[in-house]
């Protein structure tokens, strides 16, 4: 008896796949903190949402156009509210009591998306809502609204030209500088419900359906390595019980995470780099193992064991840095 309908997956080509060699930058909603943290347990060489979660495709577009334009954050980009110091383009664990110590973590992040978009052999983009928010007074789209009255605030749904158009502009500025990157966009299962239950369908249904439009059409084939991988559709078709969810029904937990990042390797991790995961894995383990006599013989003989084989991975993978307890 079958009771789980399976999305078809495919292996990506050889030349795609990411190994121990490969740079990760992920950008977007925080499903792609899930997925980077993931990376990181395993010691991949990774960068994860330089200016916080970004929900929606212009928010990852603003911060990808500004790091590649090379432009500066200055105080007229950054507000006092709440007792701190915000930017609309960023996320609120950003934000700082000190307007300039403000300043200068917005034009690092830059300058870390600058460099990790250069480097990055694989770019994962996470799209989250085509619900945006408006601020009248500027009549700019923000990336976060940090608690600001909703009075202040126009709520707009993106229409699947824009979120459309908005992927070519990312696409092609990574091009400009990185135009052997492979680009992965995935919209997250995460469901916006604050938007309303309909509201939310509609939302991922932009999403999907201007990523598609994007990936079809030709001139995206021939002008860059772009992707799709179907973490909603995972979520929607193949887990289809609240078992799946945390408590408050909306975040998948972490039986669902663990389901989709399985199907992540299944796609796009080589026979190389699943094999020295198992030992990263073992490792990771090992060093959170708690003795029951931190003086024995056996526990010293396996604190050595275990040093030698960190030093091992550490000689094979440079990326890898398995940090002091």
């Known amino acids: 008896m079958k009771l ?5 997956l495919k ?3 050889p030349n795609a796949l990411i190994d121990y060699n490969s740079k990760i930058v992920l950008i977007g909603s ?3 903190d899930n997925i980077g943290k993931k990376l990181a347990y395993f010691k991949f060489y990774n960068l994860q949402n330089p200016l916080g979660i970004l929900f929606h495709p212009k928010a990852i577009e603003t911060l990808i156009s500004k790091a590649i334009n090379k432009k500066k954050y200055s105080e007229k980009d950054v507000f006092f509210h709440t007792e701190q110091w915000h930017c609309f383009e960023a996320h609120s664990k950003l934000s700082h009591s000190s307007k300039n110590r403000l300043l200068n973590k917005l034009n690092e992040q830059l300058d870390a998306t ?3 978009l250069e480097k990055a052999s694989h770019i994962i983009i996470t799209l989250g809502t085509a619900w945006v928010y408006r601020f009248v007074k ?3 789209i923000v990336s976060n609204c940090h608690k600001v009255s909703q009075k202040e605030f126009k709520k707009e749904l993106l229409r699947v030209e824009a979120i459309c158009q908005s992927l070519h502009a990312m696409v092609d500025l990574i091009g400009r500088i990185n135009p052997n990157a492979s680009v992965v966009f995935t919209v997250s299962p995460i469901r916006h419900l604050k938007d309303g239950f309909i509201e939310n369908m509609q939302s991922k249904a932009h999403l999907i359906t201007a990523i598609h439009q994007f990936l079809n059409q030709q001139s995206c084939i021939t002008s860059c390595n772009a992707f799709y991988f179907p973490s909603y559709e995972i979520m929607m078709d193949e887990l289809r019980d609240y078992r799946f969810y945390k408590e408050d029904m909306i975040h998948p937990n972490e039986t669902a995470i663990q389901y989709v990042w399985e199907k992540f390797q299944q796609v796009w991790m080589s026979e190389s780099a699943l094999k020295t995961m198992e030992e990263v894995d073992g490792v990771q383990k090992s060093i959170l193992h708690k003795p029951f006599n931190a003086n024995s013989e056996a526990h010293r003989g396996f604190l050595q064991k275990l040093e ?5 991975l550490q000689k094979q993978h440079s990326c890898i840095v398995f940090h002091a307890k």
């Open 308 to 312: 030698y084989r960190k030093i091992k």
């Open 11 to 13: 292996k990506q080509e």
């Open 4 to 8: 789980q309908t399976q999305i078809a």
């Open 30 to 32: 925080c499903f792609s």
């Open 138 to 140: 500027s009549d700019e």
């Open 114 to 116: 600058y460099k990790g």
